[in-house]
């Protein structure tokens, strides 16, 4: 057996562009909604609850995103299959929060969002996602995921995890953010790395107009903490912001 971990994913070039580029997207951009929603692509097409997917973990990078006018204009961003370290917030520029734009609750925003990006691929239909979050619930199913795939790849380093788009939820303790329901990626299956490799090889990079940061949950009614009138999607990310040492 190879000791080598599954190597589909972007090659050294590949890799490079997407660094230097500041463009990570691969396929479409698969988000989660605040209301508990999986939407893909610009049009926020529903993906439903227990879609299986295989995670692409060479493709997982972490880093930071710098947003200007609601559009990503800058990446700090490194895979976590090459040891990557994150630069430090105190690392870059944007300090002063008098200068921050503001954000959907009317506060000042980090134009540098903490982020982590992952591939993930349908391998029924051979669709190509990326999923990128920037919030705490995104980046903690990212790492619950990166946990069973480290102690899976000693034993099997050409496998790549089958996940099932999920959700959770709990009653956060400030109250105006009310329920919040966060991701879940859900490993049920494994299979071999090169079974998912031609769909990633014809995919098109993002148009821009997939591209939306996401922002804070703004504080609920009454009528919204019932479930009354609320949308039956929303394309922003699950609302906590992460908060992390490489502050």
């Known amino acids: 057996m190879s000791t080598e971990l599954a190597t589909i994913g972007p090659n050294p070039f590949e890799q490079y562009g997407m ?104 391998p029924e239909t051979e669709a190509v996602y990326t999923f990128q979050p920037s919030s705490r619930g995104g ?31 709990y009653k956060h303790p400030v109250r105006e953010y009310g329920e919040v329901r966060e991701p879940v990626l859900r490993v049920v299956d494994w299979v071999k790395g090169e079974e998912t490799a031609a769909a990633i090889a014809q995919t098109n990079v993002l148009d821009d107009e997939q591209y939306q940061p996401a922002q804070p949950r703004p504080a609920s009614s009454p009528a919204q903490s019932r479930g009354q009138n609320l949308p039956k999607s929303d394309p922003m990310d699950d609302p906590i912001p992460f908060a992390s040492e490489w502050r």
């Open 19 to 122: 660094i230097a580029s500041g463009r990570s997207i691969e396929g479409e951009l698969l988000k989660f909604s605040k209301y508990g929603d999986w939407l893909a692509g610009k049009d926020s097409t529903k993906i439903d609850h227990g879609t299986r997917l295989v995670a692409q973990m060479p493709s997982l990078q972490v880093g930071w995103i710098k947003w200007v006018d609601n559009k990503p204009a800058e990446a700090r961003m490194g895979f976590v299959s090459e040891g990557y370290m994150p630069a430090r917030r105190g690392d870059l520029d944007a300090q002063d929060k008098s200068e921050w734009p503001a954000g959907t609750d009317g506060k000042p925003r980090d134009p540098w969002q903490f982020t982590n990006s992952i591939v993930l691929v349908n």
């Open 139 to 169: 980046i903690g199913a990212i790492g619950e995921l990166c946990r069973a795939y480290g102690k899976r790849v000693r034993s099997h380093p050409d496998e790549l995890p089958v996940v099932a788009l999920d959700v959770s939820s």
